[in-house]
């Protein structure tokens, strides 16, 4: 048998199986992609893949979901640390514990509260520590539109953060402003903004 046909006979003997597996773990669009993932590396290492494959199979869905996990969580850290910065106005040197501890919820809060969109680009540039002709390059836009969108994304980070600062504000309120500041940038991917 050639490593082509064993790797057919294992795919269509187990690709159900995988994408139940990955779909359980991440949900169907995701599942989808963690599925093709791992049948990309049972090709490539379709010669160490053991009798029976659904274990071995299932055990690479899992590390992948895994890494992806890690990779989002690291993201959003960075990101987070980022709306903790502009919040604080660059000053980093805090020796209250407390208050890092509230600031990092708060700034956790602000960041949750932006769109993808947002949320992607001020990652680039906080967490990947891109310049903004790298992050334009990115996002297929260019230097003039990443600028903008990066000054809007900021400001919207630090209306999002004094919301999540303000006790008082109540979730309609909040929910309000923040939608009235989705519809003012166009969507990604689009020309500069007038």
């Known amino acids: 048998m050639t490593p082509a046909e064993r790797f057919r006979d294992v795919y269509e003997e187990h690709y159900p199986r995988v994408l139940g597996y990955a779909t359980s773990l991440v949900g169907r669009q995701v599942g989808e992609d963690i599925t093709s993932e791992t049948f990309t590396v049972a090709w490539r290492r379709v010669d160490d893949i053991p009798h029976p494959p659904l274990p071995w199979l299932l055990g690479v869905a899992r590390n992948l979901v895994r890494e992806l996990r890690r990779r989002d969580a690291l993201r959003y850290l960075l990101a987070a640390e980022e709306a903790q910065r502009i919040g604080s106005g660059g000053q980093t040197d805090v020796v209250d514990v407390a208050a890092v501890v509230t600031d990092r919820h708060i700034a956790l809060q602000a960041l949750a509260s932006l769109s993808e969109a947002d949320r992607e680009l001020l990652t680039l540039i906080a967490w990947h520590g891109l310049s903004a002709r790298d ?35 109540g979730p309609s309120s909040e929910a309000a402003s923040v939608n009235a500041v989705h519809t003012s940038c166009p969507p990604h991917g689009q020309g500069a903004p007038a």
């Open 135 to 169: 992050a334009a390059r990115v996002l297929n836009c260019t230097g003039a539109t990443l600028t903008v969108r990066l000054y809007r994304a900021r400001r919207r980070l630090e209306r999002a953060l004094e919301t999540a600062q303000a006790p008082e504000a």
